[in-house]
């Protein structure tokens, strides 16, 4: 306590705004108006406990029960070690930037991408711009983005398209249920409405009608996460999670020669919490495919329980299985009549002249509704309108 | 009151006795989570496959007790006109047609006139909330996974009240919560808070000597050999990769169907011509049919007969 007390303060101010450039880079929506506002609190309760202190920003930086795990893992970074960020700033080098790696390999990806971008600013500011740096986005970048393949993508391409997904909605044809709602338009009279209006009115008998609501059916996504999908698979993953906190009743499965439900996981708001845990659950990342058995478990496991109230399926695979195709048609038929519609993605259709040459893919083929390609962001836009049909 | 609490089973093995009364053979947990789930008032979670009995229980339970059995069968769009109460609406126009040709135009006493409870129709769940002499009644909510989230949403609040909200009439409360037996088939998962307010028991296949007790409490006049050995076929049909694995239910229709073809053993002929009794896909049948069945049949007798030089 030597220093001067402004200068303590200035230096808090100082890592107030570098903590909030952070958190806003890992995707917290913190304006100015929040840091001047966070300065002033923890003037107010003065520098005392870090738990004060972490409330203290916590109640100011965070207003969605999702943001907590961001907020809590960026706090302990930043503010554990003070120098940390200073040293992250400085870090321009890549030489010295390897030194840190293992250091950060702890960290949620997202904070570990709000590093590296705080990282790239204060480069800028430096003008040592003779090191290549790629995870900036303009406009026509993004264009380009839209059509690249995801094997062929950068790390930072996949971040952003990682991003685009997470913002994807996918608008799935409603279907009629047997419950109603009072409209005008409807065909069927509403009794109730009536008679309460009959009495109202006090002259004839003015009807009411209602219709059916409509709702989504269920949808059940089934991926591939085989060593030949290993490129898109994860990517499918932030695609799940992102259909999975859009809507309610989605079911969400992984298979490589076995079936595993990461539907609960994904149901975590967090996407890298969501990811994390969906991958301690999964114990084939990588390997050979099995689609008949691992079709087989979830028709004798699972289908009687997620394929209910007319559900649509979701295959996400290349169709290339170890054990050439065996059984694999008997369970994609009983799939197949399970399932209100059966649609099959698969990222090799994106090649010109694609032929299904392979036994897996002959054998599954007969029974889709619709074969389509999945393996850029545009694939996956387009995939709204065939659900959007009836 | 007291009358009908000492009504109520009064330890574990007085639950196995009163379910034994109504010949269900009851295993020692599913007896122990019915006592826990009479004695501390919770709606008691069957789930299981088709077919092992979930929705005997409360059939038998209301039998023994003396209660009256009301049911809700679910599926899917079912709402509170068909669950819980709806207006006599023909009734009711009648009602008003009356009142204006006999020239009253008092509207609004109308109004309080038509939707009084004369005028209700009651369904189960509201049904459930009275109490008759035998006290109250076990009410069976079936198949409660062929409905839908805001069906089971609203039961939620039916059933940590126990009471029914009528805009018009206001809140019927129930003088003594029913019994609620709750079944499930899985076709899709029940949310967590619903199973949250209730005593969950899995109702499992029976073991061999459990699934013979079944049959001969079920078919008194069952040749003894034969119900061993359809038993014994039937236990190792479920150890096969089969799609849908038989229960008791299919047990019995087999055991007799063979009966009503006169059979007094299991022989391949038998099994072959039979087999739909057992088995509902078609898949199955054709993977168990012939040979397979003849392999099973095999081991089967040889199992009896070194049981019975064990036993003899």
Not at chain 2, 106 to 127: H, T
Request: proline share 4%; aromatic share 6%.
């Amino acid at each position: 306590m030597s220093a001067p007390e402004s200068e303590i303060e200035g230096r808090l101010a100082e890592n107030i705004l570098y903590f909030a450039r952070l958190l806003r880079s890992a995707g917290l929506p913190v304006g100015p108006g929040k840091v001047l506002d966070a300065i002033t609190a923890v003037r107010l309760i003065g520098v005392g406990t870090q738990s004060d202190f972490y409330i203290c920003l916590f109640s100011l930086f965070v207003n969605r029960n999702d943001q907590r795990e961001l907020f809590e893992q960026a706090f302990h970074i930043f503010w554990r070690n003070p120098h940390f960020m200073e040293r992250m700033m400085s870090a321009m080098l890549p030489t010295i930037r390897l030194e840190q790696e293992a250091e950060l390999e702890e960290m949620s990806r997202r904070i570990t991408e709000a590093l590296a971008t705080g990282d790239e600013k204060s480069r800028a500011d430096t003008e040592l711009d003779k090191v290549e740096f790629d995870a900036a986005f303009t406009y026509s970048q993004r264009e380009v983005l839209q059509e690249k393949d995801f094997e062929q993508m950068s790390a930072a391409e996949i971040a952003e398209a990682k991003r685009a997904i997470a913002s994807l909605r996918l608008p799935i044809i409603e279907v009629p249920t047997r419950r109603f709602r009072r409209s005008a338009q409807g065909k069927q009279v509403d009794m109730r409405a009536t008679l309460r209006a009959v009495l109202r009115s006090g002259d004839g008998i003015p009807l009411r009608f209602k219709k059916p609501r409509r709702r989504h059916p269920p949808l059940v996504i089934l991926c591939d996460i085989s060593g030949s999908m290993s490129r898109y698979s994860r990517m499918f993953l932030h695609f799940m999670h992102a259909i999975t906190n859009d809507r309610d009743r989605v079911h969400g499965f992984v298979f490589g020669t076995r079936l595993t439900n990461i539907t609960r996981h994904l149901r975590h708001r967090d996407i890298d919490v969501a990811v994390e845990k969906a991958a301690d659950a999964v114990q084939d990342w990588d390997g050979g495919t099995r689609i008949g058995e691992c079709l087989k478990q979830f028709n004798t496991i699972w289908s009687r329980r997620v394929l209910g109230q007319g559900a649509i399926t979701l295959i996400i695979s290349d169709g290339l299985d170890r054990d050439e195709a065996k059984g694999l048609e008997k369970e994609m038929e009983r799939l197949s009549k399970s399932t209100r519609r059966l649609i099959w993605l698969n990222p090799l259709l994106r090649y010109e002249g694609f032929e299904p040459k392979a036994t897996g893919i002959r054998a599954m083929l007969p029974y889709v509704s619709d074969f389509k390609s999945v393996h850029n962001l545009n694939s996956l836009t387009a995939l709204t309108e065939v659900l959007s049909r009836p | 009151m007291s009358a009908q609490a000492s009504n109520l089973p009064i330890s574990i093995e007085a639950t196995l006795e009163l379910l034994s009364r109504g010949s269900y053979v009851a295993g020692r947990s599913l007896a122990t989570t019915l006592f826990l789930a009479l004695k501390m008032g919770r709606p008691l979670f069957l789930e299981g496959e088709a077919g092992v009995g979930k929705t005997e229980i409360a059939k038998v339970l209301s039998a023994a007790l003396g209660r009256r059995l009301i049911r809700l069968q679910c599926y899917e769009g079912l709402d509170v006109a068909s669950a819980v109460y709806e207006w006599n609406y023909a009734r009711q126009m009648i009602e008003i047609r009356l009142a204006e040709a006999a020239g009253n135009i008092d509207r609004k006493g109308l109004a309080d006139d038509v939707f009084s409870s004369e005028f209700l129709i009651e369904r189960p769940l509201l049904q459930a909330l009275r109490s008759d002499d035998a006290g109250p009644p076990v009410l069976l909510i079936d198949e409660l996974d062929r409905t839908d989230e805001p069906f089971e949403a609203y039961l939620l609040e039916i059933l940590s009240d126990f009471q029914i909200t009528i805009p018009e009439i206001g809140t019927i409360k129930a003088d003594a919560p029913p019994i609620v037996i709750i079944t499930s088939n899985r076709t899709r998962e029940i949310h967590d808070a619903l199973k949250r307010r209730c005593l969950y028991h899995w109702v499992d296949y029976p073991n061999a000597e459990r699934e013979l007790q079944i049959v001969a409490a079920k078919l008194p006049g069952i040749n003894k050999q034969l119900s061993q050995q359809v038993v014994a076929f039937v236990q190792r049909l479920r150890d096969e990769d089969l799609f849908k694995l038989p229960g008791v239910a299919e047990t019995l229709d087999w055991a007799d169907a063979l009966t009503q073809l006169d059979r007094v053993s299991l022989d391949g002929d038998a099994i072959d011509n039979t087999l739909g009794a057992l088995l509902k896909y078609q898949d199955d049948i054709a993977k168990i049919r012939g040979s397979e069945a003849a392999r099973l049949l095999e081991q089967v007798k040889m199992e009896l007969s070194g049981h019975g030089s064990v036993g003899g």
